[in-house]
């Protein structure tokens, strides 16, 4: 189960860290996406921590790369999405996901409820 909040409103240029909290998975072995769905638009990758198969994989959309870092703190089980500079453009309601290897080519995806971010110009 995933717990996602943090979201809120900011002014551009200011700062949010978002937070995914997990229970009852292990996040050191699995992979943790954030997603964003703009009103109108698809959803939409920003950011990503693969550890299926050990491979500590981050990885950024153009968007996001600058700005947004997401970190892992194991002790409390939870998944976190710094955003700094943000932009109007960032407005969205943002997701985490959480993807688990179950074996062979099959895995499980567990979606954590939206959390809204809306920056302001």
């Known amino acids: ?24 998975s292990n996040l ?4 943790i996406d ?11 990758l920003v950011a ?11 990885t950024y959309a153009d968007s ?3 700005r947004f870092t997401i970190s892992r703190d194991d002790a409390k089980d939870t ?3 710094q955003m700094n500079s943000l932009k109007p453009e960032d407005t969205a309601v943002y997701y985490c ?10 895995f499980k995806d567990y ?5 809204q971010v809306t920056v302001s110009s």
Not at 28 to 31: H, L
Not at 34 to 44: D, M
Not at 48 to 58: A, E, P
């Open 28 to 31: 050191t072995i699995n992979r």
């Open 79 to 81: 998944v976190y999405l």
């Open 97 to 106: 996901k959480e993807t688990e290897w179950i074996g062979g080519q099959n």
């Open 1 to 24: 189960q995933l717990q996602a909040s943090g979201g809120g409103l900011v002014q551009a240029g200011g700062s949010l860290r978002l937070s995914c909290a997990a229970s009852g």
């Open 111 to 115: 979606w954590g409820q939206g959390t």
């Open 34 to 44: 954030w997603y964003r769905q703009a009103p109108g638009k698809a959803r939409e």
């Open 48 to 58: 990503s921590l693969n550890n299926i198969g050990n491979i500590g994989r981050i």
């Open 64 to 66: 996001a790369k600058g």
